[in-house]
């Protein structure tokens, strides 16, 4: 019952930037750790960034200073704020999500991606 949607994606200039949005909604009793991932074509998915309930943070030496993540628990929505594209950084990008159901019933869930194209 629990569908995450991500939007945001899209083709960019080297440089240039990206917001990704991820909507969490269905059967959710709290949001526990949520993430971003990408696979880049060729390569094996790989955790860009993840953020706990109460906003720790921990990004891939890839991206450190140059995305940001955060939440509105309210909204039940993780951002990804993506600045300084680089071409290397083209990939689908997936969000991620422990969730807690109810009581220690938590399951991990994941939206289906959306395409992130940085190129001349």
């Known amino acids: 019952q629990v569908q995450l949607v991500e939007s945001g994606g899209g083709l960019v200039q080297p440089g240039g930037s990206l917001r990704l949005s991820c909507a969490a909604s269905?059967?959710?009793?709290?949001?526990?750790?949520m993430g971003w991932y990408r696979q880049a074509p060729g390569k094996q998915r790989e955790l860009v960034t993840t953020i706990t309930s109460d906003g720790i943070t921990n990004y891939a030496d890839s991206v450190k200073g140059r995305f940001t993540i955060s939440r509105d628990n309210a909204k039940n929505t993780v951002y990804l704020q993506m600045n300084s594209l680089k071409p290397e950084d083209t990939a689908v990008y997936y969000c991620?999500?422990?969730?807690?159901?109810?009581?220690?019933?938590?399951?991990?869930?994941w939206g289906r991606g959306t395409q992130v194209t940085v190129s001349s």
């Open positions: 269905g059967s959710i009793s709290s949001l526990n750790v």
């Open positions: 991620n999500a422990l969730i807690r159901h109810s009581g220690l019933d938590y399951r991990d869930h």
